[in-house]
């Protein structure tokens, strides 16, 4: 198994005032940055208002930890007196979203992998509001509906009981969100949440890896897993725990 992600991350200043991306890397994702004095793969981009970070494919638990720390660690140096700031959901300061990117996102559609059919783009509830993502790309040959099924299973339901940026669902985040990769697959459900603990990215690893492995079809419980992930919902949440022993942390 080998994992990938690209991540996205909001911006504060030494307040905690939210402060848009835009500017600080003239790069999007249509042209990311390689960083300079890093290996291939290792690139930075604004992504609406926030910054996104790519890493290569990690054929290890460590090399994945390692690989999310050492480029969230370099973008520091792109960001002059900003921090990271935790919050998965924020609604911008007027003054930090007037450029045009600011109100572009979305571009490209991801689909359900449990309706099989495409997803609306997003409309926030408020203008200013803005989600960023922890989207986890796995390189694998099994069918890519039935992994992002599992995954849903194993990562989007622990999820959240894990996870307390709800105001992300508004948006983005619903069960099954997905993109088919010539390599494999995207899975778009999971917020950032996980981007800043060590003990959260192995998390991530390790039950990416109990998904591949799983020899079940979690098609029998769709609905559970679906209302579980979409609504929040984390009675039914911790049932599916519970009858999975599927791992919380």
Known sequence: MRLGSDPETFLQDASGKPISSIGYINADKWNPMQIPDMPAGFTLQEDNVSLEYGIPPASSREEFIRSINEVMAKSLEYLPELSFSKLSCII????????????????????????????????????????????????????????????????????????????????????????????????????????????????????TARALAFQQDVAQDADRIIRAINNNDKALAKQLVNEYSLEVI
């Not at 099924?149 to 069960?175: C, H, I, N, T, W």
Request: glycine share 8%.
């Open 92 to 207: 911008f300061p007027e003054d930090q979203m007037k450029h045009p990117m600011a109100h572009i996102f979305g571009c490209e559609p991801d689909f359900n992998a449990w309706t099989l059919k495409e997803n609306k783009k997003p409309q926030p509830p408020h203008p200013l509001m803005r989600s960023a993502g922890g989207h986890v790309h796995v390189e694998t040959a099994q069918d890519p509906v039935d992994v992002i099924r599992r995954m849903d299973l194993f990562l989007g339901v622990p999820s959240v009981l894990m996870d307390q940026g709800e105001q992300r669902k508004q948006m983005y985040g619903a069960a099954g969100a997905h993109r088919v990769k010539s390599y494999g697959v995207e899975y778009r459900t999971l917020s950032n949440f996980w981007i800043y603990e060590d003990r959260l990215k192995g998390w991530v690893w390790d039950n």
